[in-house]
């Protein structure tokens, strides 16, 4: 079975720093999709980042942007020029490429809570 | 607009009363699920169904029941709730295929069993 762990459980940063947040995961898998989902206080879950593991690019959105090593099993988010705005819980999520049953399905790290300080 | 829905969105109920909350989308997709959320422990899927009249376990489904009879609407049902079913839970759907396709959430609904 596949695990994400986030070992950081809250991070701090200062408006317009930059923060890196730390995911590993855990899968026999050699295809296979990560992300990023950012929960802001209103308990939305919003998309922020995906990678294709088949993809040796990093992907980026903007001020958002991924350190993937697949063979470390690592996936990181940075996120550049830190806004109040982003202030929220961030979780790192895996889903298997395709076929069975439960390709669908996200297996998700335990969060990080992420603090922007004015 | 595609969307995900979810009722009720809070939810304060006592220990064995059977309760539902609904889960709607209308973007015809054929794989739906449910996520509790704690503390902790991130989101961990219920149950999921690839289809109408298709569903399955996840990996905490003890307490829970689903049903899909119709495409769009895939229900979380707890017939006896009890405290350790307090919990944020998400509905999320997507279509099926090879591609990667967006999985959409619904709204959240907070449920305290006391």
């Known amino acids: 079975a596949q695990t994400v762990t986030q070992s950081q459980p809250e991070m701090s940063v200062q408006e317009a720093e930059t923060v890196t947040l730390s995911c590993t995961y855990d899968?026999?898998?050699?295809?296979?999709?990560l992300f990023w989902y950012k929960q802001p206080p209103s308990r939305q879950m919003i998309l922020v980042i995906r990678q294709e593991a088949y993809k040796q690019q990093n992907a980026t959105e903007n001020r958002f942007s991924v350190n993937f090593q697949k063979a470390a099993k690592s996936f990181s988010l940075k996120i550049s020029d830190s806004q109040l705005g982003d202030a929220a819980m961030y979780f790192c999520?895996?889903?298997?490429?395709?076929?069975?049953?439960?390709?669908?399905?996200?297996?998700f790290g335990q969060g990080t809570i992420l603090t922007v300080h004015p | 607009e595609a969307q995900v829905t979810q009722n009720p969105r809070y939810l304060i109920t006592v220990t064995g009363k059977k309760l539902t909350v609904t889960c709607s989308q209308n973007?015809?997709?054929?794989?739906m699920s449910w996520y509790r959320q704690d503390p902790g422990l991130g989101l961990r899927q219920i149950y999921y169904?690839?289809?109408?009249?298709?569903?399955d376990k996840g990996d905490v489904p003890e307490g829970y029941k689903v049903s899909r009879k119709e495409k769009r609407n895939f229900p979380l049902i707890l017939e006896s709730p009890s405290p350790n079913q307090t919990s944020l839970y998400f509905c999320?759907?997507?279509?099926?295929?090879?591609?990667?396709?967006?999985?959409?959430f619904g709204p959240g609904t907070r449920l305290l069993v006391l």
């Open positions: 999520a895996y889903r298997r490429f395709a076929g069975g049953t439960s390709y669908g399905k996200l297996t």
């Open positions: 973007m015809n997709h054929e794989y």
């Open positions: 899968t026999s898998e050699s295809d296979y999709y």
């Open positions: 169904s690839m289809n109408v009249e298709v569903t």
């Open positions: 999320a759907s997507t279509e099926t295929g090879l591609a990667l396709k967006t999985q959409y």
